[in-house]
């Protein structure tokens, strides 16, 4: 019956949802680990004939959103990113008018570093929080179904992308109309979308380590899961640094070229430490979780890397597959001089004025120890297999 229903809804211009999806609207959530997949949806959507205009993701996290739209829908939870997600359903809900709200429970993350890491799997509440705050909305009367919008949370792994078509042609294919030769294409279509944004941010952030070398200037690098560049969840601090001068990386797009891991991690190759660049066992041994991995890995890049002469952890209040990592990428850091800093617990407050005084404080140190950490992280890497070395100078030609 449900599906009949389905069939027969008209959308805001007249047309059934059927083959042609020219009218159907969809909205995203703009939350946890939609931050590094959102242009699989993107492609996926499209490739399926639902236009980008039609593609709604909700705003960035702010308590108003929460206070407006999500109150009183969540069940315990400590997790701040995963709580906030009501607020973003309820958005979508009430403002948007959607046909479909698509809320996927990502149970694991693509990640350049399959194959050398044990799995790439989500945080487990990053899935099952989507049933959790799905049934705020169902405790007192099904809110989706009294507005006339379905929705759709399909269990997905982008480990295993081979999965993927199956995984998203169930829970859509009455929704939406689909065949799975359809939802099959739009994976592939997906997949491929996402790809080419990764490697064009990477080329991007290639791009400001290159400008970094070239001008012998500091660049920060920012530790944190994908969900903290939400200006809600991460406060901007990024930005704070950005306004002082600092060029500012992402753990989640520092480049993988082929040149630059010869020049930084071929000793350890060499001297039997790790399998490759991207083997991370000789520093964290339980390489499951793909965010945790990814910025494992960034630590022993910046702390290699000479123009990343700081790095900046961020966490949300009471992570806990945060917490053990503390310890081992500060000392990573640390372990090359490298100057560390970290903003912990991090919830929905904005504390702005703690933050700045922070940052200025930073500010200060990276200024002043920079030009040594820069020349002696210079000094412990092979100068012929340099990818910037027609940029730079060694620091005696610099110095002369």
Known sequence: MWRSLLLRRKTKIGGPISGDRSNVKVGIPKVLNIWSTHRFWIGFLKALGIPAKNIVFSSDTSE??????????????????????????GELLVTKNLDVILLPMIYSLPSFLKGHVMDTLSCTRVPMGVENIKAGFLKEEDEFEKRGVRL?????????????????????????????EEVERAVKKGL????????????????????CAQNNHPCILILARP???????????????????YPVVWCQYLPIDEDLMEWL??????????????????????SYSSNTNEII???????????????VRLSS??????????????????????????????????????IRIRVETIDYYVRKYSPQIIERKLKRLRAEKNPFRELTYSPSERSG
């Open 152 to 180: 759709v949370t399909p269990f997905v792994s982008f480990a295993e992308p081979h999965l993927l078509p199956q995984q998203l042609y169930e829970p859509l294919k009455d929704v939406l109309n689909v065949t799975y």
């Open 317 to 354: 209040y009471e992570c806990g597959m945060d917490q053990p990592t503390y310890t081992p990428t500060q000392r990573i850091v640390e372990s090359s001089g490298t100057l560390y800093f970290k903003f912990g617990d991090l919830d929905e407050t904005r504390p702005s004025g703690s």
């Open 64 to 89: 108003e959103q929460y206070r407006e739209f999500g109150k009183g829908r969540i069940g315990m939870d400590s997790c701040y990113p995963v709580k906030c997600m009501a607020g973003h359903i």
């Open 192 to 211: 491929e979308e996402l790809k080419r944004f990764d490697q064009k941010m990477r080329k991007k952030t290639r791009e400001i380590l290159e400008w």
């Open 227 to 245: 969900y903290h560049m939400d200006p809600g969840i991460g406060h901007e601090i990024d930005v704070e640094f950005q306004s002082l001068g």
């Open 265 to 286: 991690f071929g000793p350890d190759i060499e001297a039997g430490l790790i399998k490759s660049p991207f083997d991370i066992s000789d520093v964290w041994a339980s």
């Open 297 to 311: 890995w960034a630590a022993k890049f910046a702390s290699r890397f000479p123009w990343i002469t700081a790095v």
